[in-house]
């Protein structure tokens, strides 16, 4: 099959640039829902507040004033109005230090007739003196405190957004350099959502995941921040469980640019993807109930399909939706009844996806085509070359131990672990090692510990890593041969790979033939060790 190149979403390090940068019309949605999240709360309580401190100032300020005015009507009645309300507001904020403007200083400012003040007497000095004092307490302390309190909620306000950011309960911004966005359905985390997001950035995959751990607070972090509270809205965050509640997606949105440009007679298309396999070990992905035990279940995936679907919005265009899942599709669904179905069966009888991506088979064709390509002169001879060609597995888990085992005897090899070999062979130094820990860092550790202690060479290493600190570490090179597989790495090729024959216009059941056809002949292909080419 010809390479696809995919070039809208087509990797590299000036596209990943170009979505990290944030842009004005961003920056103007953030600074808007913060002023409107403040001003709700300000209206309700300290605003409320404010201005009845003010009032109460302005008003007593306003009596203060009417006690400057001449008995004797001399002036007109709009001069003493408006001396009595302009001394009013210039003397609420001087009421915070207890302080005045003279009412001599209001005339000569308004250019007023100075007949308008009447003159001073004892009683009335007395009744202004108790006025100003009654004025300044209240300022003193009613507005002063209610000033202070408009500042932490505009502070509070910051905070809170910023929070509802790392929460994954922030609205999705709409605007138009956030467009043809791919929204994935990641339980509670997803090595290959990650993994995707570093790639293609935070405007073309939009995930949904069930919990704000750290990790994914780091991801929002590195994403979604330009600054320690400013930043935008990269994910959305269901409950466990509550997939088909619609009370759980009240704020989230799918605006009408994030719909796919298509080849197809309907032009535009929603594209949801779902990973049930999520940040689990990749020895978990060999367990017989895998679907079962992920954290993203079918019936979860599907009810995140529905309602996700119903949530483009109103004046979109009209549009298919292309849901793909990628799971195990080989593993087991038990019903009730005890009738036993793959869950390939399962989803294409009862519809719960379009496209299903197999999570197994790239794996064992990968680790396949590892060893069909590493050379095995060293092995031909001796005691050796009428055996089956060894293979040693180091990994805690029982499950993947027995999975490789069986997949790959038939083809002629013989898993055994270090241990095993030491026994039969004497020396492990040229037989190859598949290294699978139950995390990416204890894989890497413990490739490093076999080559300080010179038990193997780089050559004969296959580091098995479940994300991208695995591929980064240990990636192939001129210095260090070791040779890596990535699971996150094999399933982001594979989703862009279906992602980009949907934009082609091919049918839901093109792509589907067309992928597993991919998929069962990658190994084969010569010059691509791990069997699929860069889209």
Same mark, same amino acid.
């Given at each position: 099959?010809?390479?696809?190149?995919?070039?809208?979403?087509?990797?590299?390090?000036?596209?990943?640039?170009?979505?990290?940068?944030?842009?004005?019309?961003?920056?103007?949605?953030?600074?808007?829902?913060?002023?409107?999240?403040?001003?709700?709360?300000?209206?309700?309580?300290?605003?409320? /507040?404010?201005?009845?401190?003010?009032?109460?100032?302005?008003?007593?300020?306003?009596?203060?004033?009417?006690?400057?005015?001449?008995?004797?009507?001399?002036?007109? /009645?709009?001069?003493?109005?408006?001396?009595?309300?302009?001394?009013?507001?210039?003397?609420?904020?001087?009421?915070?230090?207890?302080?005045?403007?003279?009412?001599?200083?209001?005339?000569?400012?308004?250019?007023?007739?100075?007949?308008?003040?009447?003159?001073?007497?004892?009683?009335?000095?007395?009744?202004?003196?108790?006025?100003?004092?009654?004025?300044?307490?209240?300022?003193?302390?009613?507005?002063?405190?209610?000033?202070?309190?408009?500042?932490?909620?505009?502070?509070?306000?910051?905070?809170?957004?910023?929070?509802?950011?790392?929460?994954?309960?922030?609205?999705?911004?709409?605007?138009?350099?956030?467009?043809?966005?791919?929204?994935?359905?990641?339980?509670?985390?997803?090595?290959?959502?990650?993994? $995707?997001?570093?790639?293609?950035?935070?405007?073309?995959?939009?995930?949904?995941?069930?919990?704000?751990?750290?990790?994914?607070?780091?991801?929002?972090?590195?994403?979604?921040?330009?600054?320690?509270?400013?930043?935008?809205?990269?994910?959305?965050?269901?409950?466990?469980?509550?997939?088909?509640?619609?009370?759980?997606?009240?704020?989230?949105?799918?605006?009408?640019?994030?719909?796919?440009?298509?080849?197809?007679?309907?032009?535009?298309?929603?594209?949801?993807?779902?990973? $049930?396999?999520?940040?689990?070990?990749?020895?978990?992905?060999?367990?017989?109930?895998?679907?079962?035990?992920?954290?993203?279940?079918?019936?979860?995936? /599907?009810?995140?399909?529905?309602?996700?679907?119903?949530?483009?919005?109103?004046?979109?265009?009209?549009?298919?939706?292309?849901?793909?899942?990628?799971?195990?599709?080989?593993?087991?669904?038990?019903?009730?009844?005890?009738?036993?179905?793959?869950?390939?069966?399962?989803?294409?009888?009862?519809?719960?996806?379009?496209?299903?991506?197999?999570?197994?088979?790239?794996?064992?064709?990968?680790?396949?085509?590892?060893?069909?390509?590493?050379?095995?002169?060293?092995?031909?001879?001796?005691?050796?070359?009428?055996?089956?060609?060894?293979?040693?597995?180091?990994?805690?888990?029982?499950?993947?131990?027995?999975?490789?085992?069986?997949?790959?005897?038939?083809?002629?090899?013989?898993?055994?672990?270090?241990?095993?070999?030491?026994?039969?062979?004497?020396?492990?130094?040229?037989?190859?090692?598949?290294?699978?820990?139950?995390?990416?860092?204890?894989?890497?550790?413990?490739?490093?510990?076999?080559?300080?202690?010179?038990?193997?060479?780089?050559?004969?290493?296959?580091?098995?890593?479940?994300?991208?600190?695995?591929?980064?570490?240990?990636?192939?090179?001129?210095?260090?041969?070791?040779?890596?597989?990535?699971?996150?790495?094999?399933?982001?090729?594979?989703?862009?790979?279906?992602?980009?024959?949907?934009?082609?216009?091919?049918?839901?059941?093109?792509?589907?033939?067309?992928?597993?056809?991919?998929?069962?002949?990658?190994?084969?292909?010569?010059?691509?060790?791990?069997?699929?080419?860069?889209?």
């Amino acid at each position: 099959m010809s390479h696809l190149i995919f070039d809208r979403f087509h990797w590299n390090k000036r596209n990943a640039n170009e979505n990290a940068r944030f842009s004005s019309d961003e920056r103007s949605i953030e600074r808007g829902r913060i002023f409107d999240h403040a001003f709700s709360r300000l209206v309700i309580g300290p605003g409320v /507040t404010l201005f009845g401190a003010c009032t109460s100032v302005f008003g007593l300020s306003a009596l203060e004033g009417w006690l400057h005015l001449a008995k004797i009507n001399t002036t007109s /009645t709009f001069e003493r109005t408006q001396f009595v309300t302009r001394y009013a507001l210039a003397n609420i904020i001087p009421s915070i230090v207890w302080d005045r403007i003279p009412a001599q200083t209001v005339v000569k400012a308004l250019n007023l007739n100075p007949n308008v003040l009447g003159s001073e007497s004892p009683r009335l000095s007395w009744r202004r003196t108790r006025l100003q004092s009654l004025r300044g307490s209240i300022a003193g302390t009613a507005i002063l405190s209610q000033l202070v309190s408009l500042v932490q909620v505009s502070m509070k306000s910051q905070q809170d957004y910023s929070e509802r950011l790392l929460q994954g309960k922030e609205t999705p911004f709409n605007v138009a350099s956030q467009k043809e966005v791919v929204v994935r359905l990641g339980g509670k985390s997803s090595n290959v959502t990650t993994l $995707s997001m570093e790639r293609w950035g935070r405007r073309n995959v939009f995930p949904i995941f069930e919990s704000a751990t750290s990790e994914i607070r780091q991801l929002v972090r590195r994403h979604g921040f330009w600054d320690e509270n400013d930043g935008v809205p990269i994910y959305w965050r269901v409950d466990n469980g509550s997939y088909g509640d619609p009370d759980t997606w009240k704020g989230m949105r799918i605006p009408k640019q994030w719909l796919l440009e298509t080849k197809n007679q309907i032009p535009k298309m929603l594209l949801l993807e779902a990973d $049930s396999v999520g940040k689990d070990s990749i020895s978990s992905i060999f367990s017989s109930d895998m679907a079962n035990n992920s954290d993203l279940d079918l019936h979860e995936a /599907t009810q995140g399909f529905y309602q996700l679907s119903k949530l483009v919005e109103a004046d979109a265009p009209p549009h298919q939706v292309l849901r793909v899942l990628l799971v195990d599709a080989d593993s087991i669904v038990t019903t009730g009844g005890g009738r036993k179905r793959s869950v390939r069966d399962y989803v294409t009888s009862l519809g719960l996806a379009d496209i299903i991506i197999d999570a197994r088979i790239p794996l064992l064709l990968a680790i396949r085509d590892w060893l069909e390509h590493r050379s095995w002169d060293k092995l031909k001879s001796g005691s050796w070359g009428k055996k089956k060609r060894p293979l040693i597995v180091e990994t805690p888990s029982s499950v993947f131990f027995t999975s490789i085992r069986s997949a790959l005897e038939p083809f002629g090899y013989c898993v055994m672990d270090v241990a095993d070999a030491g026994q039969q062979y004497g020396s492990i130094q040229d037989i190859p090692i598949l290294v699978d820990e139950d995390t990416s860092l204890a894989t890497i550790h413990t490739v490093r510990s076999l080559l300080e202690r010179k038990l193997t060479t780089p050559e004969n290493i296959c580091a098995f890593c479940g994300d991208q600190g695995g591929l980064v570490e240990l990636a192939p090179g001129e210095e260090s041969p070791i040779f890596t597989i990535c699971s996150s790495d094999i399933y982001d090729g594979l989703f862009r790979l279906v992602r980009s024959l949907a934009i082609e216009g091919h049918s839901k059941e093109r792509i589907q033939e067309h992928l597993d056809s991919y998929v069962h002949s990658a190994a084969k292909q010569d010059g691509k060790r791990l069997g699929f080419p860069s889209l």
